[in-house]
């Protein structure tokens, strides 16, 4: 089977190698493409001939990815943190497994949600907030920066 392997190296605390990862999915027989997640335009070097889209990272990396295969089949191999999509959707995190049995993997239809507001529109696919959460989401992002600016200016 003709595949790309689109693998997020940071995930995971970075204890995913790569080598390792194509070592197992060439190892099965698959025709295999990968590629780097912070490649610049990753998204071009996705081939239509590829029959299936591998995406080896965490919840960020599927949110990242998923929406933009424009509805080419996609597994997870989950090597993050929380893994909830892949959970979710009963993905094996055992790269071997996943690797011999691509084949016969089922494919069902997946849908993203849409959220729209006055700046434009954002895909999703597990979970979308808004109102008291997302305002403390966005500060709790900012807390680390302030941090790290008030100990530069201390020095």
């Known amino acids: 089977m003709k595949i790309t392997l689109i693998h997020n190296p940071d995930a995971c605390r970075g204890e995913a190698d790569d080598s390792e990862l194509r070592r197992v999915f060439l190892h099965a027989g698959h025709d295999l493409t990968y590629i780097h997640i912070q490649e610049p335009d990753w998204q071009r070097t996705l081939s239509p001939e590829t029959e299936r889209v591998i995406i080896a990272g965490g919840d960020g990396t599927v949110q990242s990815i998923a929406p933009q295969l424009k509805g080419k089949p996609f597994s997870i191999l989950p090597i993050g943190t929380a893994n909830n999509t892949a959970r979710c959707l009963s993905q094996t995190s055992d790269a071997e497994l996943l690797a011999s049995r691509l084949d016969q993997a089922e494919i069902r239809h997946l849908d993203l949600g ?39 200016e201390s020095r």
């Open 114 to 152: 849409v959220f729209r507001d006055g700046n434009g529109s954002k895909s999703f696919l597990e979970i979308a907030g808004m109102g008291v959460l997302a305002e403390l989401i966005l500060k709790m992002q900012e807390s680390p920066k302030q941090k790290k600016m008030e100990q530069a």
